[in-house]
């Protein structure tokens, strides 16, 4: 097994999709629709029937070409984390994509094993289609979770992970399927394969050293030359879990971009949308002006920045703190949490031990505290001066209770703050030489106290 | 005098020591539960069955959809007699957590194995920081402690309305009824809603309409409030559902008065909703069990139950194994055992040496060894304990009789107990330790909680122990425990405002550096006990040379979707579907949908990538262990 795991990459003639589907060998049926009854489907309907009428949008306002997708959510080695933050997603959020309530988005028909009504056969019935090519609609194949290497598992009889069973056996006996093998089987004709969270788009924890099944990711397990009938290579989402607006507005770019009015989405080296992906957290942290000063957190739950106590960030490829876990809210870092890279293909045994940290940071804040010892008295020294009205400078003193201990600037930082004044007023319109005459001559001069009139 | 399958008894100490003069005491032949009818009677009576009627069908569902993860289940229908003859549960997912965990530094357990769940990883998290506390003995400050209670209440807050309107709520929809259970809807449309004045539904009709998939109010409402609490727990964590503030000794949260009050805003929105909550759940038991006495018998079990607590005092939490169990029973939510509806322990020492992991019937080799046959404080503990425990995988083949599922057989003193967050209000009702609180109280027989004013009036509810556990009760359970875990949110809330007046700010023991000098080098055993959205919560940790050496996790879906033990016990969703009666409609058979298994089976809320298979066929064993009073043969 463990050579499996770490010969399989260098295998170029054939991908570990094309060596599982030899082991298992041709399908030859699928379940008997006619014969399943009602069995599995308490609502007498399926899910898409179920809401056509509520999502179904006329000619008239639909904005494209589509009118509708299927998408099918298959899990792999898979926690659901990556499903319950699509379902906290509201940019656009999941509910609106399947009602058909985000204008200009074709009606999504998802295929997902959390919030279907039916079950059973016939929740898999227009995955059979797929496969078989009679659905009645483009579709895009959603893997959550890593792929395991089932020709292991296989060649024992049994199986890591399974969705469902199939008339598949010797004889077409019914036998479990692995999602693995739903995913080869839907690759060749789906219009996108969507790599959602770390484990399905970089292998993530389930491959981590040690592992026992041979996990891996979707890029891998379809190997370099896969293109989907589109003829776009794997789409990768990572995030450990990834934030759920990532993924919802990833899919409607897509979308938005096929019903003909958005621009075509970008996506970097690895098929990260590169709009979300293409900065590290680190840029747009709020703890990053910390950095900049050189001041540092060493305890758990200090303000400052994280990078002392085990935070990648600066070498990671995120946008968390700046959009935030769930309605801009939360961020790892904006928490107290030390970014632990979640998002990356080395993730997690590039990056462990946890709460240690990265040693390549002792360059760059030694070099961050140099320069933050210049940079920091300096603001300090503006900042005092900021902190007073103009009216305390005239006077001399502040009257705010809370400060009653706070002695006043020494003469020599009057001193400075006048010629830093100086320096502000220099280029200064206002004190060009005009005839205010739109006011009464003997207002008061600036900050001056106003005459009392009778 | 707790056990009475084990061969352990105490002493005048309350010390646990075997019994005396019996060799392998441990044995699955020596120390054997009572199971009631054993394997012939159980094949005759199948036998007798099948003869008497023929429309015994053979039914495969897979996947079952709405729960979280794989779950199969495998079972016999008789449509005439409308039971459910036999069921098997199998877990179809392994990831091996446990073996990825095994050979690494201590302080990757918190974020690894909080991927195990990506429902509730931050009870993993909070589980892997617990074990690792006790075996390096870092006690969290109490700052700490209250984050971490604070995030777990939020937690709950999103884990129990997405299972109750996501999940199980569609069962009971308009458009479920009407399609399984025509002759209800009639019922429905006429039958006063006794809460309409909370909820807002004059008729149970209205109320189903409102829990119909995606356009339902109550549906949408449900998933508006999970982002609500998901928002209370990132301002804590900075992600869900994997925290990424959880560090041994404490949490790494900057927490300020903002911080604070955004917690109590969101929170403070939440008991209005409470309200509207427990006015719908205890609407829909009730005209069910109007409309048809039987549905008291969909997905029945025993009163069964374990858990470890959840919860922290953060005075008393000392992180220590020698006094757990003077800070276990001071847990907000009180660990023990109930069988058949009686409290037998509430010490955590009890609940971890009667623990027990069975891999009969699971993918896995035999794993005993006897590497420690006592925990630390010389109380005994089988071979099958966590602790001597080992996960070595092995996919096969399934056969019912042999192996056919990824999920264990956790047992406690050989007992088939159920673990549930509805399980943490049973044991704390009956247990009557709750801490001190204006808002919880504990009776005896009830749970009280009182909830604060917000848009509506305050109002006091009680929690009765149901008499009969069915799939009803533990959706309702459910509800209440969303009030009580937001309670405990309210009440951490208020204890961090408190340490915040006294100037406390520490939220963790050790800074890193200090962390890596405090892996201890000599070998440790600890385990971190804890919860889930669903109920009991373990992690078995034991480390040697700074390294993690084992690696045990129990869930509670291990619990409650385990196949048959060593002695042929059904798991608790096998033993609940073997009693739940057919009751939709058969007067067409080809539309028997299965829907009062489904209600049963979802009722423990499944966590785990699972499929349901229905099969039946003349030959199968039926292995019956509580005749259902509505059934008979």
């Given at each position: 097994?463990?050579?499996?795991?770490t010969?399989?990459?260098?295998?170029?003639?054939?991908?570990?999709?094309?060596?599982?589907l030899?082991?298992l060998?041709p399908?030859?049926?699928?379940?008997?629709?006619?014969?399943l009854?009602?069995?599995?489907?308490?609502?007498?309907?399926?899910?898409?029937?179920m809401?056509?009428?509520?999502?179904?949008?006329t000619?008239?306002t639909?904005?494209?070409p589509?009118?509708?997708?299927?998408?099918?959510?298959?899990?792999?080695?898979?926690?659901?984390?990556?499903?319950?933050?699509?379902t906290?997603?509201?940019?656009?959020s999941?509910?609106?994509?399947?009602?058909?309530a985000?204008?200009?988005?074709?009606?999504v028909?998802?295929?997902?094993?959390?919030?279907?009504?039916?079950?059973?056969?016939?929740?898999?019935?227009?995955?059979?289609?797929?496969?078989?090519?009679t659905l009645?609609?483009?579709y895009?194949?959603?893997?959550?979770?890593?792929?395991?290497?089932?020709?292991?598992?296989?060649?024992?009889?049994?199986y890591?992970?399974a969705?469902?069973?199939?008339?598949?056996g010797?004889?077409?006996?019914?036998?479990?399927?692995?999602?693995?093998?739903?995913?080869?089987?839907?690759?060749?004709?789906?219009?996108?394969?969507?790599?959602?969270g770390t484990?399905?788009?970089?292998?993530?924890?389930?491959?981590?050293?040690?592992?026992?099944?041979g996990?891996?990711s979707?890029?891998?397990?379809?190997?370099?030359?896969?293109?989907?009938?589109?003829?776009?290579?794997?789409?990768?989402?990572?995030?450990?879990?990834p934030?759920?607006?990532?993924?919802t507005?990833t899919?409607?770019?897509?979308?938005?971009?096929?019903?003909?009015?958005?621009p075509?989405?970008?996506?970097?080296?690895l098929?990260?949308?590169?709009?979300?992906?293409?900065?590290?957290?680190?840029?747009?942290c709020?703890?990053?002006a910390?950095?900049?000063?050189?001041?540092?957190?060493h305890?758990?739950g200090?303000?400052?920045?994280?990078?002392?106590?085990?935070?990648?960030?600066?070498v990671?490829?995120?946008?968390?703190?700046?959009?935030?876990a769930?309605?801009g809210l939360?961020?790892?870092m904006?928490?107290?949490?030390?970014?632990?890279?979640?998002?990356?293909?080395?993730?997690p045994?590039?990056?462990?031990p946890?709460?240690?940290?990265?040693?390549?940071?002792?360059?760059?804040?030694?070099?961050?505290?140099?320069?933050?010892?210049?940079?920091?008295?300096?603001?300090?020294?503006?900042n005092?001066?900021?902190n007073?009205?103009?009216?305390?400078?005239?006077?001399?003193a502040?009257?705010?209770?809370?400060?009653?201990?706070?002695?006043e600037?020494?003469?020599l930082?009057d001193?400075?703050?006048?010629?830093?004044?100086?320096?502000?007023r220099?280029?200064?319109?206002?004190?060009?030489?005009?005839?205010?005459?739109?006011?009464?001559?003997?207002?008061?001069?600036?900050?001056?106290?106003?005459?009392?009139?009778? | 005098?707790?056990?009475?399958t084990?061969?352990?008894?105490?002493?005048?100490?309350?010390?646990?020591?075997?019994?005396?003069?019996?060799?392998?005491?441990?044995?699955?032949?020596?120390?054997?539960?009572?199971?009631?009818?054993?394997e012939?009677?159980?094949?005759?009576?199948i036998?007798?069955?099948?003869?008497?009627?023929?429309?015994i069908?053979?039914?495969?569902?897979?996947?079952?959809?709405?729960?979280?993860g794989a779950?199969?289940?495998?079972?016999?229908?008789?449509?005439?007699?409308?039971?459910?003859?036999?069921?098997?549960?199998?877990?179809?997912?392994?990831?091996?957590y446990?073996v990825?965990l095994?050979g690494r530094?201590?302080?990757?357990?918190?974020?690894v194995?909080?991927?195990?769940?990506?429902?509730?990883?931050?009870?993993?998290?909070?589980c892997?920081?617990?074990?690792i506390e006790q075996?390096?003995?870092?006690?969290?400050?109490?700052?700490?402690?209250?984050?971490?209670?604070m995030t777990?209440?939020a937690?709950?807050?999103?884990?129990?309305?997405?299972h109750l309107?996501?999940?199980?709520g569609?069962?009971?929809s308009?458009s479920?009824?009407?399609?399984?259970?025509?002759?209800?809807?009639?019922?429905?449309?006429?039958?006063?809603?006794?809460?309409?004045?909370?909820h807002?539904f004059?008729?149970?009709?209205?109320?189903?309409?409102?829990?119909?998939?995606?356009t339902?109010?109550?549906?949408?409402?449900?998933?508006?409030?999970t982002?609500?609490?998901?928002?209370?727990?990132?301002?804590?964590?900075?992600?869900y559902?994997h925290p990424?503030?959880v560090?041994?000794?404490?949490?790494?949260?900057?927490?300020?008065?903002?911080?604070?009050?955004?917690?109590?805003s969101?929170?403070?929105?939440?008991?209005?909703y409470?309200?509207r909550m427990?006015?719908?759940?205890?609407d829909?038991?009730?005209f069910f069990?109007?409309?048809?006495?039987r549905?008291?018998?969909?997905g029945?079990?025993?009163?069964?139950?374990?858990?470890?607590?959840y919860?922290?005092?953060p005075?008393?939490?000392d992180?220590?194994?020698?006094?757990?169990?003077?800070?276990?029973?001071?847990?907000?939510?009180?660990?023990?055992v109930?069988?058949?509806?009686?409290?037998?322990?509430?010490r955590?020492?009890?609940?971890?040496?009667?623990?027990?992991?069975?891999?009969?019937?699971?993918?896995?080799?035999e794993?005993?060894?006897?590497?420690?046959?006592?925990?630390?404080?010389?109380n005994p503990?089988?071979?099958?304990?966590?602790?001597?425990?080992?996960?070595l995988?092995?996919?096969?083949?399934r056969d019912?009789?042999e192996k056919?599922?990824?999920?264990?057989?956790?047992?406690?003193?050989?007992?088939?107990?159920?673990?549930?967050?509805?399980?943490r209000?049973l044991?704390?009702?009956?247990?009557q330790?709750t801490?001190?609180?204006?808002?919880i109280?504990?009776?005896?027989?009830?749970?009280?909680?009182?909830?604060?004013?917000?848009e509506r009036g305050?109002?006091?509810v009680?929690w009765?122990?149901?008499e009969r556990?069915?799939?009803f009760?533990?959706n309702?359970?459910?509800?209440?425990?969303?009030?009580?875990?937001?309670?405990?949110?309210?009440?951490?809330?208020?204890e961090?405002y408190k340490?915040?007046?006294q100037?406390?700010?520490?939220?963790?023991?050790?800074?890193?550096e200090?962390?890596e000098?405090a892996?201890?080098?000599?070998?440790?055993?600890s385990?971190?006990?804890?919860?889930?959205?669903?109920g009991?919560?373990?992690?078995?940790?034991?480390?040697d040379?700074g390294?993690i050496?084992?690696?045990?996790?129990?869930?509670?879906?291990?619990?409650?979707?385990?196949?048959?033990?060593?002695w042929?016990q059904?798991g608790?969703?096998?033993?609940?579907?073997?009693?739940?009666p057919?009751?939709?409609?058969l007067?067409?058979?080809a539309?028997?949908?299965?829907?009062?298994?489904?209600?049963?089976?979802?009722?423990?809320?499944?966590?785990?990538?699972c499929?349901?298979?229905?099969?039946?066929?003349?030959?199968?064993i039926?292995?019956?262990?509580?005749?259902?009073?509505?059934?008979?043969?």
């Amino acid at each position: 097994m463990a050579d499996r795991q770490t010969s399989s990459p260098q295998l170029a003639a054939r991908t570990p999709a094309q060596e599982l589907l030899d082991a298992l060998g041709p399908i030859t049926g699928f379940h008997d629709s006619s014969s399943l009854g009602a069995f599995g489907m308490p609502s007498g309907a399926m899910t898409e029937d179920m809401l056509a009428s509520a999502a179904t949008a006329t000619v008239a306002t639909r904005f494209g070409p589509l009118e509708k997708v299927h998408a099918f959510w298959f899990a792999g080695m898979s926690c659901d984390g990556c499903s319950v933050a699509v379902t906290g997603a509201t940019n656009p959020s999941v509910e609106s994509m399947m009602l058909g309530a985000h204008p200009g988005l074709p009606r999504v028909i998802l295929h997902h094993p959390v919030l279907n009504m039916e079950s059973g056969p016939h929740y898999l019935r227009p995955a059979e289609e797929a496969i078989e090519g009679t659905l009645d609609a483009p579709y895009v194949v959603i893997l959550e979770g890593s792929i395991a290497d089932e020709v292991v598992a296989h060649a024992s009889g049994g199986y890591w992970s399974a969705t469902g069973e199939e008339p598949w056996g010797a004889d077409g006996e019914l036998r479990p399927v692995s999602s693995t093998e739903w995913v080869a089987r839907l690759a060749p004709n789906a219009a996108a394969m969507i790599a959602i969270g770390t484990c399905a788009t970089w292998g993530g924890v389930p491959s981590a050293a040690g592992n026992p099944t041979g996990a891996m990711s979707l890029m891998d397990f379809l190997g370099k030359d896969y293109r989907s009938v589109l003829g776009v290579p794997v789409v990768n989402v990572p995030g450990c879990p990834p934030i759920g607006d990532n993924f919802t507005e990833t899919v409607a770019a897509v979308l938005y971009f096929l019903q003909g009015f958005g621009p075509l989405p970008e996506f970097d080296e690895l098929g990260r949308p590169a709009w979300l992906f293409g900065e590290t957290v680190h840029r747009r942290c709020v703890r990053g002006a910390y950095y900049e000063e050189g001041t540092f957190a060493h305890e758990f739950g200090d303000p400052e920045c994280l990078v002392e106590i085990g935070c990648w960030g600066p070498v990671v490829n995120c946008n968390i703190t700046s959009r935030g876990a769930i309605k801009g809210l939360g961020g790892c870092m904006n928490a107290g949490g030390a970014c632990i890279g979640c998002t990356m293909p080395g993730f997690p045994d590039k990056f462990t031990p946890f709460y240690k940290r990265p040693p390549g940071s002792l360059a760059s804040t030694t070099v961050s505290r140099l320069v933050g010892s210049v940079i920091r008295p300096l603001r300090k020294f503006s900042n005092d001066n900021l902190n007073r009205e103009v009216r305390w400078d005239r006077q001399g003193a502040s009257p705010s209770a809370f400060s009653r201990e706070k002695t006043e600037p020494s003469a020599l930082a009057d001193v400075g703050h006048k010629f830093y004044d100086k320096m502000r007023r220099a280029g200064d319109t206002a004190r060009n030489d005009a005839d205010v005459w739109g006011k009464r001559p003997d207002e008061a001069p600036s900050g001056g106290s106003p005459r009392i009139r009778s | 005098m707790c056990f009475k399958t084990l061969p352990v008894e105490f002493d005048d100490r309350g010390r646990a020591t075997l019994r005396g003069g019996i060799p392998n005491p441990y044995d699955v032949t020596i120390a054997k539960p009572d199971v009631g009818m054993d394997e012939t009677e159980r094949r005759e009576r199948i036998e007798r069955l099948v003869a008497r009627n023929g429309h015994i069908k053979d039914l495969n569902m897979d996947p079952v959809t709405r729960i979280a993860g794989a779950l199969a289940v495998h079972v016999t229908a008789d449509l005439d007699k409308g039971q459910y003859l036999d069921s098997h549960s199998q877990a179809t997912l392994f990831r091996g957590y446990e073996v990825i965990l095994m050979g690494r530094d201590p302080r990757d357990a918190i974020f690894v194995s909080s991927r195990a769940c990506g429902v509730c990883g931050g009870v993993h998290a909070h589980c892997a920081a617990y074990a690792i506390e006790q075996a390096m003995g870092i006690k969290p400050p109490p700052l700490g402690t209250v984050v971490r209670n604070m995030t777990e209440a939020a937690e709950m807050g999103y884990d129990n309305p997405l299972h109750l309107y996501l999940l199980a709520g569609p069962d009971y929809s308009e458009s479920v009824i009407r399609s399984s259970n025509p002759e209800l809807w009639p019922k429905a449309e006429s039958w006063a809603c006794p809460n309409v004045d909370i909820h807002g539904f004059r008729t149970m009709a209205e109320l189903m309409t409102a829990l119909n998939p995606l356009t339902g109010s109550l549906y949408r409402e449900g998933l508006e409030f999970t982002r609500l609490s998901r928002e209370m727990v990132v301002i804590l964590t900075g992600k869900y559902p994997h925290p990424q503030n959880v560090v041994p000794g404490g949490v790494s949260t900057t927490l300020t008065l903002q911080s604070l009050n955004e917690y109590h805003s969101k929170l403070g929105k939440i008991f209005d909703y409470a309200q509207r909550m427990l006015a719908v759940w205890d609407d829909i038991p009730a005209f069910f069990y109007e409309a048809d006495e039987r549905y008291q018998y969909v997905g029945h079990r025993p009163t069964n139950h374990i858990d470890p607590g959840y919860w922290d005092d953060p005075y008393a939490y000392d992180a220590t194994y020698e006094n757990c169990n003077a800070w276990g029973e001071k847990r907000w939510s009180t660990p023990g055992v109930v069988l058949d509806g009686k409290l037998v322990t509430t010490r955590l020492t009890d609940i971890n040496i009667g623990l027990e992991e069975f891999v009969e019937h699971s993918y896995y080799e035999e794993s005993q060894t006897s590497r420690f046959p006592t925990d630390p404080l010389g109380n005994p503990i089988s071979p099958y304990h966590p602790w001597n425990k080992r996960t070595l995988p092995m996919p096969g083949a399934r056969d019912w009789k042999e192996k056919y599922t990824w999920s264990t057989a956790p047992r406690w003193d050989r007992q088939v107990v159920e673990a549930g967050c509805y399980s943490r209000l049973l044991i704390s009702a009956l247990a009557q330790k709750t801490p001190t609180s204006d808002f919880i109280s504990s009776t005896g027989s009830s749970m009280r909680l009182l909830i604060p004013k917000g848009e509506r009036g305050e109002r006091e509810v009680e929690w009765h122990v149901p008499e009969r556990w069915n799939a009803f009760e533990r959706n309702r359970g459910r509800a209440y425990h969303y009030l009580f875990s937001q309670l405990v949110g309210l009440e951490s809330l208020f204890e961090a405002y408190k340490l915040f007046k006294q100037g406390e700010r520490k939220v963790a023991a050790l800074n890193p550096e200090e962390l890596e000098k405090a892996i201890p080098q000599d070998e440790r055993v600890s385990v971190g006990w804890w919860g889930a959205g669903r109920g009991w919560l373990t992690h078995h940790l034991v480390m040697d040379k700074g390294k993690i050496t084992n690696y045990q996790i129990v869930t509670p879906s291990t619990i409650n979707a385990s196949p048959r033990d060593p002695w042929g016990q059904p798991g608790p969703y096998e033993e609940a579907v073997m009693n739940t009666p057919i009751i939709e409609d058969l007067s067409d058979p080809a539309g028997f949908t299965s829907i009062d298994m489904l209600r049963a089976i979802r009722s423990f809320d499944p966590c785990m990538p699972c499929t349901t298979h229905a099969h039946t066929g003349a030959g199968e064993i039926v292995r019956e262990v509580n005749t259902c009073s509505c059934g008979g043969d």
